[in-house]
Nanobody, 129 residues
Framework: QVQLVESGGGLVQPGGSLRLSCAAS????????IAWFRQAPGKEREGVSC????????YYSDSVKGRFTISRGNTGNTMYLQINNLKPDDTGIYYC??????????????????????WGQGTQVTVSS
């Protein structure tokens, strides 16, 4: 069955870095959209980045562009989100999601949560001194 499992979150000081992992099983992530969302307490879920690997397409929200990098691991079936220069406003639960089984591959987007059918359990990122 299709599953996504996030890991890599933790408590980090402002200016620090984290690399979040999204391990996929039950499908090959290259051929489907993979997205990262985050949700801070009391706020709505916010899309931060997505990738359509087979199309060579990535997208970042304006709030994270230049600090976040989405990528596929060189081996295995894992997507990563590298986060640099962490800020307190980056605090939240980070989720990865996929639009599997949508076909053929298409350029991903963050405007509709309903495009993503499977979600991981989330990993907590806390940025604080």
């Amino acid at each position: 069955q299709v599953q996504l499992v996030e890991s890599g979150g933790g408590l980090v000081q402002p200016g620090g870095s984290l690399r979040l992992s999204c391990a996929a099983s039950g499908f090959i992530l290259d051929y489907y959209a993979i997205a990262w969302f985050r949700q801070a307490p009391g706020k709505e879920r916010e899309g931060v980045s997505c990738a359509s690997i087979s199309l060579g397409f990535t997208y970042y929200s304006d709030s994270v562009k230049g600090r976040f990098t989405i990528s596929r691991g060189n081996t295995g079936n894992t997507m990563y989100l590298q986060i640099n220069n962490l800020k307190p406003d980056d605090t939240g639960i980070y989720y990865c999601a996929t639009d599997w089984p949508r076909a053929p591959p298409h350029k991903c987007a963050l405007d509709s949560h309903s495009d993503y059918n499977y979600w991981g359990q989330g990993t907590q990122v806390t940025v604080s001194s």
